[in-house]
């Protein structure tokens, strides 16, 4: 039997690890959602999970999915009806010829779009409002204020319970009351967002010498326009008081997002299928993918092992055992991406019941840490996808190279602001 279970073990350990790589290198440049679909098939195929767990899994999901629908479908919105491009004009006036005070403001409005928005609404919203700026303002190499939008959506997704999906998961029905939330991160939220953009201003300081346009017009923002920008605004503020009355963001997210895309649709007496067609929805089966992986992880008996880790380790030293945490899944999380990462580690942190300076030193590595690779984060990959659509594209190498510069120095601030200096 034990034989049996630990060949069990082995297989499933092999299938989930090729998926995520195939997620992470895109073989054939194949979608990644393929690959994280195609590893759970091969789990039920050769009978490693049961189906029943399987559906658990993808059941355990369900929040996100909302979540990123609802977020998607405003995201469409606002690019359809040239509220991205009013925006864009907006910040390439206001920068009045100076790259860097261009990369400023965009680093800011990234900074309050993930707080307030979530960090996938920064890939999904921002990032085509940027492409747009940059367009705008004529730059010549747009990369710069492009990376913005990845590296602020990790660095800035714990400032508040909503700005990273993660955080749910990491907390499950314990969540911290907000002002709880806000002593215990707001100081390691000020130094990663502080650290990211001094470490990515002088990594890019040589692209940010280049002129960018001052004769810049203004365009009529449509009633459509601003229907979308109202949508949300209005989401931004139904996800602050969910999370203060302790509900689930997917679903008022969904019903925020499909409102106001209904609203403008019958407004504007268009057909919805354009709008569905232009949506990513491959991401969707991504993270169904993902979550049957982590279930079927689960099974070999992980979280219960790392559980007992966590609980024996803390016992010894709890301050050692969060900073080694805190770093070991920041680095985790770049090989299974965070969202998986922040699965088992939540698991196996309700399971240990450890010192809540263990639980936020996770909490941590699972939202900075994918600042080192382009598929650390379910953001950086939302990222990738939208760069796809606006023409642009980064690859593997070129985002870990500005990585191993960026995130250790937010990590370690992070960190101590969360463990030593609080």
Request: proline share 4%.
């Amino acid at each position: 039997m034990n034989a049996s279970l630990s060949l069990v073990q082995i297989l499933t350990w092999v299938i989930a690890g090729a998926a995520t790589l195939g997620v992470i290198l895109r073989p054939w440049n194949l979608p990644e959602a393929l690959w994280a679909v195609l590893g759970a098939v091969l789990l039920l195929v050769f009978g490693l999970l049961p189906a029943e767990a399987a559906l658990t899994g993808i059941a355990k999901g369900t929040d996100v999915y909302l979540f990123l629908t609802g977020m998607m479908l405003l995201a469409e919105v606002a690019r359809q009806e040239g509220l991205f491009d009013w925006l864009a004009a907006i910040a390439a006036r206001s920068a009045k010829g100076s790259a860097h005070r261009l990369f400023f403001f965009i680093y800011v409005v990234g900074a309050f779009v993930t707080a307030f928005l979530s960090n996938d609404a920064t890939a999904v919203v921002l990032t085509p409002a940027v492409a747009a700026a940059v367009k705008t303002a004529k730059a010549e190499e747009p990369l710069p204020y492009l990376l913005i939008c990845a590296f602020i959506a990790n660095a800035a997704s714990f400032v508040l319970p909503i700005s990273n999906p993660a955080n749910l998961v990491i907390y499950g029905n314990h969540m911290p009351p907000l002002m709880a939330w806000l002593t215990h991160y707001g100081l390691a939220s000020c130094l990663s967002i502080a650290a990211t953009f001094a470490v990515l201003r002088w990594t890019q300081s040589k692209n940010l010498k280049q002129k960018i346009a001052t004769d810049v017009s203004l365009p009529d923002l449509s009633r459509a326009g601003k229907i979308a920008a109202v949508g949300i605004a209005m989401t931004a503020a139904v996800l602050l008081a969910a999370s203060a009355f302790d509900i689930q963001l997917g679903l008022p997210t969904a019903i925020a997002g499909a409102a106001t895309a209904a609203v403008v649709l019958i407004g504007e007496r268009k057909a919805p299928w354009q709008m569905i067609k232009d949506i990513s929805w491959g991401v969707l089966p991504l993270v169904a993918g993902l979550f049957v992986l982590v279930e079927a992880l689960d099974h070999t008996g992980l979280i219960h092992a790392l559980s007992t880790f966590l609980s024996e380790q803390s016992a010894r030293s709890a301050e050692a055992t969060a900073w080694g945490s805190g770093i070991a899944i920041a680095f985790i999380s770049n090989l299974m991406n965070n969202l998986s990462a922040g699965l088992i580690a939540g698991g196996a942190i309700q399971s240990a019941h450890v010192p809540d300076q263990i639980t936020r030193a996770i909490l941590i590595g699972v939202d900075l840490g994918p600042n080192l690779s382009v598929t650390g984060s379910l953001a950086t990959i939302l990222w990738l996808t939208a760069l796809r659509r606006e023409g642009q594209n980064v690859n593997a190498i070129t985002f870990l190279k500005l990585g191993v510069l960026v995130m250790p120095p937010a990590l370690l601030l992070a960190l101590a602001g969360a463990i030593t200096f609080r």
